[in-house]
């Protein structure tokens, strides 16, 4: 065992199912060994979750809630304060842990555990902010307001590239507003989903916090199917890929269940000819090639003014040969490895398309295979907008120059995609930033000015439109997305006045 896994309170074969504090049996579960993308190297093992394992940790959250919804939500935020604390403690060893195990460069990894903390923090305000509005009734002597109550239990799925802090987005949120979560991570991921319940665990226990109320289930499609179709779970946050969403949503929705869905991008930047050309570079590497293309708000396509299209296509070139590329771990790496051997392929078939479909590599691409793990060269294209292979998502850092000639024609290009999740223009004219940021401007639900499409805060409502599923979460009003609303209207009064002023007398 080595010291990491040791700090974080994790054994060579960890059990993957909890409720609060408490593990569960393992009897017959299959192990599932989690190996470093660094160098493929084995980390450890987590025995996954089995179905009569589940059956026992959703009744668990069923009978968490009926104690927890009852706890005051200032209160329940004293929990999530607690617990932003533990994570400031162990930010250090968690964050080297997402980058032993998901690959993403220490400043990232560290990043990811902040985020963690951001999240509690605003949480915690957010637990004394449940505020319904008051009306005033038609009828005399009548008040009406309306309430937000808990769901329930909250199913929360997510995906790999993001193994903490998107759980801690959906779960501190839940929290406070009183309902209960069940964790399913990635199953590319699965020691960060232990070490997150062992660090949350000690604030749990600590303070009496019920078992159910935050529990940990481990496993591949199979265990998110479960949740979906789980008809004691009234809410599915899923984050994950399209068709993974597609799939979660059909299910829950033939159950009249809801769902919180954060599907893939396939986000744009507009270049206009009076952008700080340097700036504007700065902001796509940043976000085309961070965290090795693998983050649902990369930089995917520039669309980019002749005028300035050569410029900024030199000097994104001059850059891209001086990435370093490696050991995400060492100091000055700015690109580490793919999350798996599939992960490669993908790109390279990508590759293959963008020349099949007529356009073509200028840069990068390469499998950097002499050392062990999935490192690749951060490739640059020239094509069309049209292409099928330009209109998906390869989770790879492969980003696309597309040429425009007026504002509408960039928009139009940049719209012109099924995916709707971050956005960029980057220009000095007022004008044209504006029309951006108009309704007849970007669709997404993230849209931004001289900033790349990448590294979003907290504070603001996180999600995006179209095939990207249309959920909100984190910051701005996203908790409404967690309780149900109740309208009030309470008659105090002597007589019974109906509205729209009929007349019913018996
Ligand atoms: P994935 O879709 O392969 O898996 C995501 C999660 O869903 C995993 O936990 C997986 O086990 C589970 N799952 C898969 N199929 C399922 C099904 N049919 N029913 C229930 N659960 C199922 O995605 P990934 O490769 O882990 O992550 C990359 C994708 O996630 C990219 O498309 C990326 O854009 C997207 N993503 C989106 C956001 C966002 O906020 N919009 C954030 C992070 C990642």
Redesign the pocket.
């Known amino acids: 065992m080595d010291d990491l896994l040791k700090t974080l309170g994790l054994d060579d074969v960890n059990p993957g199912t909890w409720t609060g504090g408490k593990s569960l049996g393992g009897e017959g579960a299959a192990v599932r060994e989690s190996y470093s993308p660094i160098d493929g190297g084995r980390i450890a093992a987590v025995r996954e979750t089995t179905r009569e394992e589940y059956d026992a940790v959703v009744e668990g959250a069923v009978e968490a809630f009926r104690s927890w919804r009852m706890v005051p939500a200032p209160q329940r935020g004293e929990i999530v304060r607690q617990i932003g604390d533990e994570l400031r403690r162990y930010k250090e060893p968690l964050g080297r842990l997402v980058t032993r195990e998901m690959g993403k460069i220490a400043q990232e990894g560290l990043g990811e555990v902040q985020e963690m903390i951001d999240i509690c923090d605003f949480a915690v305000g957010q637990s004394r902010m449940l505020y319904g509005k008051t009306m005033h009734s038609e009828r005399p002597e009548h008040r009406m307001y309306e309430q937000w109550h808990p769901y329930g239990p909250v199913g929360i799925?997510?995906?790999?590239?993001?193994p903490v802090a998107?759980y801690a987005w959906n779960a501190m949120l839940a929290a406070v507003c009183g309902d209960v979560m069940i964790w399913?991570?990635?199953?590319?991921t699965p020691l960060c989903g232990v070490a997150v319940q062992r660090i949350i665990a000690r604030v749990l226990e600590a303070n009496g916090v019920p078992e159910g109320v935050f529990s940990l289930v481990t496993g591949?499609?199979e265990v998110?199917?479960w949740?979906?179709a789980d008809e004691r779970i009234p809410l599915v946050s899923?984050?994950?890929?399209?068709p993974?969403g597609r799939?979660?949503a059909q299910v829950v929705a033939a159950r009249l269940g809801r769902t919180i869905l954060?599907?893939?991008?396939n986000n744009a930047i507009i270049v206009s000819k009076s952008a700080d050309l340097e700036m504007a570079a700065r902001a796509i590497v940043f976000g085309a090639v961070g965290t090795a293309g693998q983050r649902?708000t990369s930089t995917r396509r520039l669309i980019v003014h002749e005028e300035v299209y050569d410029a900024l296509r030199d000097r994104l070139l001059e850059i891209y040969g001086s990435i370093r590329i490696g050991d995400p771990r060492e100091p000055g790496t700015l690109v580490g490895p793919l999350i798996d051997k599939e992960a490669v392929e993908a790109m390279q078939a990508a590759l293959g398309r963008i020349e099949a479909e007529g356009g073509r590599v200028i840069f990068g691409g390469e499998v950097l295979d002499e050392r062990p793990g999935h490192y690749v060269r951060p490739a640059i294209a020239e094509v069309e907008n049209h292409f099928e292979i330009v209109q998906e998502?390869t989770?790879a850092p492969i980003v696309y120059l597309i040429r425009y000639g007026d504002l509408d024609e960039a928009i139009e290009l940049h719209n012109g995609v099924r995916q709707g999740?971050s956005s960029s223009i980057f220009t000095l004219d007022l004008r044209e930033a504006e029309t951006f940021l108009s309704h007849r401007g970007s669709d997404c639900g993230i849209a931004n000015v001289n900033i790349g499409t990448s590294g979003a805060e907290i504070g603001g409502a996180?999600?995006?439109e179209k095939e990207?599923g249309g959920g909100r979460e984190s910051g701005s009003d996203s908790w409404k997305g967690y309780m149900r609303r109740q309208t009030n209207t309470m008659n105090w009064g002597r007589d019974l006045p109906l509205a729209q002023g009929i007349e019913f007398e018996v």
């Open positions: 799925i997510s995906a790999f590239n993001f998107v399913k991570g990635s199953e590319k591949g499609r998110g199917e949740i979906a899923a984050t994950g890929s399209i993974m799939s979660v954060e599907l893939g991008g649902c998502e989770f999740l996180f999600g995006g990207t």
